[in-house]
């Protein structure tokens, strides 16, 4: 068998190299971390083990597709329109700003005095959802823009070894501003205190709701502000950007079969229409 197409893929945390037939028919996948070859035509084993040899890192194994777990079958049973897993960061501020008459002229227009808060917002989301996505590598799994009963919506939702946390997102301003946290306060600048403790909590009880499992608040804050958090917050992680690294060695909490579990609960919408 002649013709064989190696195409290098990552997604969801799985690093493979997919072998295909030049009419495109993939036959075969060879997963990096496992060393596992899945093999799908058993009369092409040889051709394709010569076709993964120069990129095998140590031993192989090879052998049919793993059996589907609970979770796979109800990711394969889902319907596109129920799918959140494509959502992109910011997609609801999109979806909104797209609705608004003259968005495309009026989406990132200054006024004289003052942005439109929006916009602020928007960045906010697609820079932090951008950090989130990188924790995909390390075994985690993350939605963005959940939308929830009455127009409101989870900016972020992250599944991981540490277990389930809602991501609630806020831009912080520049170097020169400061984010005084007083709980449920959230200060930033000159701008009007506003009850965010109180809105990530909320948005977390409405996830542990929904997916019956317990959901940990994240208040997430972007840009370059100085933060005063308050000495006796407990239950709200603030988390900066540059930290959001720090998540991929925390653990502990759930096994990857729960993971899979629970993110096969998250991405349907319909999970979200009883909260």
Known sequence: MTGLRIVHARHQGQDRLYVSLPDGRIIAWYDRETGRVSLLDADARDAV???IAPYATGPVTIGPPPVPTAADLARLALHPDDDLAPN????????????????????FRTHRFR??????????????GGELDRLEDAGWRVLHSV?????AYIAHLLIGPAGAMSVRTLYGGNARQRVRIADP?????????????????????????????????ILALTGQ?????????????????HEVGDLARAGGVLKPADIESLYAAARDRRTWLRV
């Open 49 to 51: 083990l010569a076709a």
């Open 115 to 128: 942005t439109d808060p929006r916009r602020d917002a928007l960045a906010a989301q697609e820079l932090l």
């Open 185 to 217: 306060l959230v200060t930033i600048g000159r701008a009007a205190p506003l009850p965010q403790l109180r809105w990530a909590r909320r948005e977390a009880e409405r996830a542990s709701l929904a997916l019956a499992a317990a959901v940990r608040p």
């Open 88 to 107: 992109r960061p910011g997609e609801a501020l999109l979806a909104e700003l797209d609705h608004t008459p003259h968005a495309a002229a009026r989406r």
């Open 147 to 151: 939308p929830l009963p009455g127009g």
């Open 225 to 241: 502000a100085r933060v005063d958090p308050a000495p006796t917050l407990r239950d709200v992680r603030i988390l900066r950007e």
